[in-house]
């Protein structure tokens, strides 16, 4: 959060990945406001192509390094079209709850069992 504070992100985005040992999945990137820490707004999906194709590739990469079976999180903010890590989190979101029905059809909380 600090670095939010201090540099001018165009803005924020979330990306929820389920592994287990034979796939990684990943839901749509989610655009999301924030305001005194706690999430406030989030729009899904996102819809930007390249942006969800970085964001699975750092998520990928992440997900196998750590070694890692289960939800995990990860929120980026955009600048000029590029991702940067903001942090991470090995379990489910608040903005999960995009992914039950009607919008998925495997929710993260069915993966995260």
């Known amino acids: 959060m600090i670095i939010e504070n201090n540099v001018a992100f165009d803005f ?15 839901y749509p ?13 989030c729009i899904a999906p996102l819809g930007d192509t390249a ?12 997900l196998e ?9 990860l ?14 989190t090995p379990s489910l979101d608040n903005v999960g709850y995009l992914t039950l029905e009607p919008f998925c059809s495997v929710s993260q909380f069915e993966l995260q069992l």
């Open 75 to 88: 929120r980026f903010a955009v600048k000029d079209d590029k991702l940067y890590a903001l942090g991470f």
């Open 65 to 73: 390094k750590l070694n890692h079976i289960g939800v995990f999180t």
């Open 51 to 62: 942006l969800q194709e970085q964001a699975e590739t750092y998520g990928k990469l992440l």
């Open 12 to 26: 924020t985005t979330t990306l929820i990945a389920a592994r287990n040992k034979q796939q990684t999945v990943f």
């Open 29 to 41: 990137l989610v655009y999301t406001v924030y305001a005194d820490q706690v999430l406030h707004t």
